[in-house]
């Protein structure tokens, strides 16, 4: 069973990798594409977002696609960055700039304050267009600093209360099993293969 990981992200690539091992499931990404699409995720959603590249991906390389988008809801910033946390800081700006920028703009906001989620919506798409969207959270704090090698993206400065580390200090394994995309890949297995065979 063939099914397109419609992103370039090394990092999502080994999570999704690891999440869905068992399953006798060969990913394939962008790179195996003949012809890869370009999608701007411009959609206002998750959900809006994951469902268009998987959509454009599935087409594309005429087998099920898998997207998913995902970003770091922040309470006391009302909600940023969400959509537009890959964006957060610029064109420009890379992992750790956007860790920086969040971590000056929460520097005055007070311990028990500092509520944080990761979401990630999960879109599995076939070639004729029909799609499933799954969601997954996981909720936390904004930490001080950053810490941890593991992840990637915020995962230094998303601090885990109920581990009393960051997402970035955390074993894969256990990262796979508590993070949004973790959830929302372990909802969506169940539905993986009566959807791609």
Known sequence: ????????NAGKVREIGRILAGLGVT?????????????????LTFTANAIKKARAFARAGGLPALADDSGLCVDALDGRPGVFSARYGGPDADDAARCRL???EMADVPEGWRQAAFVCVAALCRPD???????????GEIAREPAGQ????????????GYNQTMAQLPLETKNRISHRGRAMAAMRDQLAALVK
């Open 102 to 104: 969040l971590l000056a």
């Open 150 to 161: 593991n992840g990637f993206g915020y995962d230094p400065v998303f601090f885990v209360p």
């Open 1 to 8: 069973m063939k099914l397109v990981l419609a992103t370039a």
């Open 27 to 43: 990913l394939l990404t962008p790179a195996d594409l003949a012809a890869p699409p370009e999608v701007v995720e411009d959609g």
């Open 129 to 139: 267009g029909e799609c499933l969207s799954f969601e997954g959270r996981c909720e």
